[in-house]
């Protein structure tokens, strides 16, 4: 038996192969919220930015003031106060997928596609593992379920 230190790699990617922009992705996401009504403020959308700044700034305006003063109305009419929390939780996802959202990321999955390739069709049927079959009207929404079950917990 011969012992070898070589590691095959097989990234799970599509970014050279099937990119999926960040604004075709803010459109899929928008959507899929807005058939799961998970967003509880009207209008949800996105705006893009180089600058932290300008997203502080969009925040306050557009979100934080917005949020306290609905609660304001809902603490003046005997309501249980809601859109200051989920205001946070908001801010909570946008500054945990910051870091994959700012920038760009360009990675090989030439070993993937390779054993894609080497597979029979019977196989890759069953093993469906090339990224250029990733259907991205498919994916968002099973991405958006995960978001919506395991980082704000609904």
């Known amino acids: 038996m011969t012992i070898s230190n070589k590691v095959d790699v097989y990234n799970s990617s599509t970014s050279g192969e099937n990119p999926l922009k960040i604004g075709r992705l ?4 928008i959507a899929d919220s807005n058939k799961h009504k998970f967003y509880d403020v ?3 959308m996105v705006h893009f930015t180089r600058f932290r700044w300008v997203v502080l700034i969009i925040t306050l305006l557009f ?4 949020a306290y003063i609905a609660d304001i109305f809902l603490l003046i009419r005997g309501k249980k106060t809601r859109y200051v929390k989920i205001q946070s939780k908001v801010s909570f996802i946008r500054d945990t997928l910051e870091y994959f959202t700012a920038n760009t990321w360009v990675i090989s999955a030439a070993q993937t596609t390779a054993l894609s390739e080497s597979l029979s069709p019977s196989d890759r049927h069953k093993f469906p593992c090339d990224p250029k079959d990733i259907d991205w009207n498919e994916y968002i929404p099973i991405y ?3 978001i919506r079950q395991y980082l704000c917990k609904t």
Request: with cysteine.
């Open 42 to 44: 009207p209008m949800p």
């Open 63 to 66: 979100q934080t003031l917005p």
């Open 144 to 146: 958006c379920q995960g």
């Open 26 to 29: 803010a459109d899929l996401i």
